[in-house]
């Protein structure tokens, strides 16, 4: 859970962090203050390089599809853990991440790109464990930079509440729809706009298919 009084901030924005915790990923608070964003994630960005979490059969399949048949066209995935990169046979430019990654990192105030490696490098050195889980974290933060602007605003690309997602969505899903064959659709009730628009998208022809646990739609 989180502790608002251990989180880098001032009073007014811990006050807000204990009224809804969600304010940690606003991206005016994120603008305000990149440190409740980085002190609380910091766990999930670490454990991301370490690979604490492995990918599934799921994702096994997309890389599959690709290295068995040369046919996939592009994975689109809501998921923002990362796990489609740890598919080494499929390249990063098949993904497109809709609500942005863990595992890819930029400057939310200029799009620099930074290096997902050095980025956790930094987090390491420089951002406060809250969860007393590291002991060779440091004991106060202090600001990741961006290489371009200098502002410390340096972060997953994990889509802030208040930003727009990632123009790559809309400029891929223009260039892939039209085309596509067959859509396979899994491990989502599909509730989710605009990922979910994607079904309507693709062409009147292509075949959808539907895999999920749960009635879908
Ligand atoms: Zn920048």
Same mark, same amino acid.
């Given at each position: 859970s989180l502790k608002p009084e251990l989180i880098t901030a001032t009073e007014s924005q811990r006050a807000a962090m204990r009224r809804d915790p969600m304010s940690v990923v606003l991206k005016d608070m994120f603008f305000a203050n990149a440190f409740p964003y980085l002190e609380v994630r910091r766990p999930f960005i670490l454990g991301t390089r370490e690979q604490n979490w492995r990918a599934t059969l799921s994702h096994r399949f997309v890389e599959l599809l690709h290295k068995k *048949? #040369?046919?996939?066209t592009r994975l689109y995935t809501?998921?923002?853990? #990362? @796990?489609?990169?740890?598919?080494?046979? +499929?390249?990063?430019?098949?993904?497109?991440n809709v609500h942005g990654s863990i595992g890819r990192v930029a400057c939310e105030g200029c799009g620099t790109p930074a290096a997902f490696d050095s980025f956790c490098d930094s987090v390491q050195s420089s951002i406060k464990d @809250?969860?007393?889980?590291?002991?060779?974290?440091?004991q106060e933060s202090t600001p990741i930079l961006?290489?371009?602007?200098?502002?410390? @605003? +340096?972060?997953?690309t994990t889509v802030l509440f208040g930003s727009n997602l990632p123009a790559e969505f809309f400029t891929r899903a223009e260039e892939d729809?039209?085309? +596509?064959?067959l859509l396979i659709i899994a #491990? *989502?009730?599909?509730? +989710?706009s605009p990922a979910n628009s994607l079904v309507y998208r693709a062409n009147e022809s292509a075949v959808r298919l539907i895999v999920n646990n749960e009635p879908v739609g």
């Open positions: *048949t #040369g046919k996939l809501q998921n923002i853990d #990362g @796990l489609d990169y740890q598919n080494k046979g +499929v390249p990063p430019q098949k993904v497109v @809250l969860y007393s889980i590291d002991p060779a974290a440091p961006c290489s371009a602007c200098q502002r410390p @605003l +340096v972060k997953p729809m039209p085309d +596509v064959d #491990g *989502t009730s599909l509730q +989710v």
